[in-house]
Nanobody
Framework: QVQLVESGGGLVQAGGSLRLSCAASGSIFSINAMGWYRQAPGKQRELVAA???????NYAESVKGRFTISRDNAKNTVYLQMNSLKPEDTAVYYC?????????????WGQGTQVTVSS
């Protein structure tokens, strides 16, 4: 079983910055992709950014140039540095990790962390 623990959300003014972290623990042999999603009230969950095991990244158009995803493979941790935050970035942010455990692949979600950007 794989557990994800997120941290770093909070309230920030527009133009400010936050850094989210998500640490994976448990029965992990290897991790493939790690990513961040968000869900605003009344909207569907959407991909914000993802990073592969080789370091290739993918971003939603709305966050390109403002957000940076990175990972520390030694710590099984993924980060999301969010700069120049806008009120429309307000959402619950979830991390997602997929990989391989003992005898099976896994795909796990974090519990979510609230990010609120005030205007």
């Amino acid at each position: 079983q794989v557990q994800l623990v997120e941290s770093g959300g909070g309230l920030v003014q527009a133009g400010g910055s936050l850094r989210l972290s998500c640490a994976a623990s448990g029965s992990i042999f290897s991790i493939n992709a790690m990513g961040w999603y968000r869900q605003a009230p009344g909207k569907q969950r959407e991909l914000v950014a993802a990073i592969t095991s080789s370091g290739s990244t993918n971003y939603a158009e709305s966050v390109k140039g403002r957000f940076t995803i990175s990972r520390d493979n030694a710590k099984n941790t993924v980060y999301l540095q969010m700069n120049s935050l806008k009120p429309e970035d307000t959402a619950v942010y979830y991390c997602n990790v997929d990989g391989r455990g003992p005898g099976a692949d896994f795909a796990s979600w974090g519990q979510g962390t609230q990010v609120t950007v005030s205007s």
